[in-house]
Nanobody, 126 residues
């Protein structure tokens, strides 16, 4: 049974930083692409960042490029999202997602991921 457990969310002032973690179990982590998505109230879930298991490439939404960094530790079965220079518009529930390695499926769409965590709330105050 695949489980993804996020942690590290919380309340932070604008300009601050948070580091989210997602611990995976029940899958071969090194063979899975990992993604972070977020969903704000009244909005659709949107792509934030992703890490390819095949070539190590990372992908970012334009809105977070230069501020957020995704990384993974295959020995710990964990993916991280370092979030710096946080803005109130970053407020959302952040979800970790996983899918088996693919070279043809886009990493930017939530529909292309098979496993999801329960989410962790990030609130940025102005």
């Amino acid at each position: 049974q695949v489980q993804l457990v996020e942690s590290g969310g919380g309340l932070v002032q604008a300009g601050g930083s948070l580091r989210l973690s997602c611990a995976a179990s029940g899958l071969t982590f090194s063979s899975h692409d990992m993604g972070w998505f977020r969903q704000a109230p009244g909005k659709e879930r949107e792509f934030v960042a992703a890490s390819s298991s095949r070539d190590g490439y990372t992908y970012y939404a334009d809105s977070v490029k230069g501020r957020f960094t995704i990384s993974r530790d295959n020995a710990k079965n964990t993916v991280y999202l370092q979030m710096n220079s946080l803005k109130p518009e970053d407020t959302a529930v952040y979800y970790c997602a996983a899918r088996f390695r693919s070279s043809v499926r886009t990493m930017l769409s939530a529909d292309e991921y098979d496993y999801w965590g329960q989410g962790t709330q990030v609130t940025v105050s102005s």
